[in-house]
T-cell receptor
Framework: GAGVSQSPSNKVTEKGKDVELRCDPI?????LYWYRQSLGQGLEFLIY????????KSGLPSDRFSAERTGGSVSTLTIQRTQQEDSAVYLC?????????????????FGPGTRLLVL | SQKIEQNSEALNIQEGKTATLTCNYT??????LQWYRQDPGRGPVFLLL?????KEKRKERLKVTFDTTLKQSLFHITASQPADSATYLC?????????FGAGTRLFVKA
C-alpha cells in the first residue's frame, strides 16, 4: 500500500509551546524509527520502536522529548517546551525488521518529514 | 570514537561522466553498508546494499564497492544525468541501529 506518511508536513510554533508530530508507518512494518535532520547535517537517531516498545531511546536529546507507539502502528513524537534549537526536519522510517538480527539485513523506508520551526 | 564520514563538499560533474562518492568509517565492523538518495524536501530512499563479504554490487548505472580493510565504500554513478543530482547518504549497521553519514551533495550539469 502507501508509503510512510507524516503529519504535519510543516509546523511553526513559538518557543515554549508543545508540539506533536505523527508518523504512519507502512502497514505490517514492526520497526519504526525517528530521526532529526538539521540543515546540512546527517540523520540524528532519536528513538527506535519494535512493536509498541522502545528498546532504544538513547538518541532523545532531553527529557522534553518523548515518543509513543500504539497498536504497533502509528507513532507520535512529542516535544515539550520547544526551544529554537529544536528547529529541524523530523523524519520517521519503518522497516519489516529490526533489532540487529544476525545475518539479516534491514532497509528503512522514510516518510517525507515534518519541518519544525520554533520562533 | 565511532565515525562515519562522507565528503561534505559538493561534487560537481558534467553530464555523461562518472560520479564517485566516498564513505569512510572508523571503529565499526558492519555486516553490511547501504547507500540512500535524498532529494530536497524528501526523506532518504534506499538504493543499494552491500554485505561485508561482497566486494562489489551493481544496479543499472550504480556500482558500490566495499573494502573492509580500508573501512571504505565507494559509490559510482556512470553516465551521470542531471536527474542524478541529489544528496547521497551512506549508512551502516552499528549495534542495534543504523548510523547515517551526513551525505554528499552531487550536482550533474547538462
Amino acid at each position: 500500500g502507501a508509503g510512510v506518511s507524516q503529519s504535519p508536513s510543516n509546523k511553526v510554533t513559538e518557543k515554549g509551546k508543545d508540539v506533536e508530530l505523527r508518523c504512519d508507518p507502512i502497514s505490517g512494518h514492526t520497526a519504526l524509527y525517528w530521526y532529526r535532520q538539521s540543515l546540512g547535517q546527517g540523520l540524528e537517531f532519536l528513538i527506535y520502536f519494535q512493536g509498541n516498545s522502545a528498546p532504544d531511546k538513547s538518541g532523545l536529546p532531553s527529557d522534553r522529548f518523548s515518543a509513543e507507539r500504539t497498536g504497533g502502528s502509528v507513532s507520535t513524537l512529542t516535544i515539550q517546551r520547544t526551544q529554537q534549537e529544536d528547529s529541524a526536519v523530523y523524519l520517521c522510517a519503518s522497516s519489516s525488521l529490526g533489532g540487529g538480527l544476525a545475518g539479516v539485513t534491514e532497509t528503512q523506508y522514510f516518510g517525507p518529514g515534518t519541518r519544525l520551526l520554533v520562533l | 570514537s565511532q565515525k562515519i564520514e562522507q565528503n561534505s563538499e559538493a561534487l560537481n560533474i558534467q553530464e555523461g561522466k562518472t560520479a564517485t562518492l566516498t564513505c569512510n568509517y572508523t571503529n565499526y565492523s558492519p555486516a553490511y553498508l547501504q547507500w540512500y538518495r535524498q532529494d530536497p524536501g524528501r526523506g532518504p530512499v534506499f538504493l543499494l546494499l552491500i554485505r561485508e563479504n561482497e566486494k562489489e554490487k551493481r544496479k543499472e548505472r550504480l556500482k558500490v564497492t566495499f573494502d573492509t580493510t580500508l573501512k571504505q565504500s565507494l559509490f559510482h554513478i556512470t553516465a551521470s544525468q542531471p536527474a542524478d543530482s541529489a544528496t547521497y547518504l551512506c549508512a551502516l549497521r552499528g549495534g542495534f541501529k543504523t548510523i547515517f553519514g551526513a551525505g554528499t551533495r552531487l550536482f550533474v550539469k547538462a
